[in-house]
């Protein structure tokens, strides 16, 4: 592979996050429809588990219910997305809410391989359940723990089903000597998928709860949703009526078309305060797939180009059994950059040496409107 193969296009970029039982029919689907190539992530989501007080006793408890699930990514056409994703949640069951999340980001590829040409389904009934004013909001956390208390808090808040995946951090750690022993390479990192008339009110929030305005705790950004499933099922077991109220809410959402009727924090957004974080805005994120153990050239290269670092996750490639496809360990690498900064370091990764390029399977870049990390 050269420089020249891996031409930049608009894509759109499918997430799909379900319970492990789910797996099977999600790669059949994948499968019939030619998606070639997707890559599997493993992870776990988070719900609040209740249940009555034991002996009889009044009241209810409430505890961290933690459950497998995977992340499927593919790229598509644009034009293509949305009946793919109706299909998609009609074919699997994912449009009944508590059985995942599925949403589309629009960004620009940089592969060698065509963009999936699915093969034509029935033309599904577009999907009611599909929301277009919706953000994702990523936070890598280091220190041990965190991951769960953001999760509880973001339950408490009522936002969204918590993702959780694992990584490791590299880059400026590896230079500071003795030091790094203070920085565990390990990272948790949270996905949140919540409506974006509320992104940056739910941001500061976390920021304050999680304590991540302390140094070394970590950081978080959001990036826009074209349109998308939200999983709003945060408690599970005990209940006391007919329907919940995330499902009365789902019900809504589906109405209304959007989550823009619930928004909650308006006097958040315009309250100045001297202590409230400072917001970083104008980002880019970009994600980097590579075969195993390539990552960390890249990382370096990359950081050369004013990159301060990475977070490194591993995941599976997989292809459609009609195609000679390439299945085999891979890793994921997210950097997030001012925008100013995103094309040298695309430039960067692209002009590594030929043996190395070989090596990289996709650049994909998305927008980050809003970025938070602790400074001095």
């Known amino acids: 592979m050269t420089k020249q193969d891996l031409k930049p296009r608009e894509t759109s970029t499918v997430t799909c996050i379900a319970h492990s039982g789910l797996r099977k029919d999600i790669i059949q ?139 490791r951090g590299t880059g400026m750690r590896d230079y500071l000597g003795l030091l790094r022993i203070t920085i565990p390479p390990e990272k948790e990192v949270v996905h949140l998928v919540v409506p974006e008339h509320d992104a940056d009110s739910i941001i500061k929030l976390l920021i304050e709860e999680a304590k991540l305005n302390l140094p070394g705790r970590g950081f978080l950004y959001r990036s826009p949703v074209s349109f998308g499933l939200v999983d709003t099922i945060l408690r599970i077991g005990h209940q006391s009526y007919a329907a919940s109220i995330e499902q009365i809410i789902s ?41 195993e153990g390539q990552s960390d050239a890249l990382v370096k290269e990359a950081i050369q180009a004013g990159a301060s670092g990475a977070t490194v996750s591993r995941v599976t490639k997989k292809g459609s059994p009609g195609k000679k496809s390439d299945t085999a360990a891979r890793e994921r690498g997210i950097i997030c950059v001012p925008r100013r900064g995103a094309a040298a370091i695309t430039d960067a990764l692209l002009n590594v040496e030929e043996e190395l390029l070989r090596k990289l399977d996709q650049i994909l870049i998305h927008d980050a409107p809003t970025v938070y990390t602790h400074t001095k």
């Not at 991951?147 to 694992?166: D, F, H, Q, W």
């Open 29 to 167: 689907w994948l499968e019939r429809r030619n998606i070639d190539p997707f890559y599997i992530e493993i992870g776990k989501n988070a719900r609040q588990l209740i249940r009555p007080r034991p002996f009889g006793l009044p009241g209810t408890t409430q505890r961290l219910h933690e459950s497998p699930v995977e992340l499927f990514r593919f790229n598509v056409a644009p034009e293509q997305t949305r009946t793919l994703m109706s299909s998609l949640l009609q074919s699997t069951g994912l449009e009944f809410h508590g059985r995942g999340i599925l949403i589309a980001q629009e960004g620009t590829l940089y592969s060698g391989e065509e963009l999936a040409q699915p093969a034509d389904p029935p033309t599904p009934h577009p999907s009611s359940s599909l929301l277009s004013d919706l953000t994702v909001i990523t936070c890598i956390l280091s220190t041990e723990g965190s991951a769960e208390k953001l999760s509880r808090i973001a339950l408490e808040l009522g936002t969204c089903v918590p993702v959780v995946t694992n990584g």
């Open 251 to 291: 019900a809504i959402d589906e109405l209304k078309a959007g989550t823009h009727w619930r928004k909650r924090f308006t006097g958040l957004d315009r309250r100045p305060s001297s202590s409230s974080p400072i917001l970083f805005h104008d980002y880019q994120e970009i994600v980097f797939t590579c075969r």
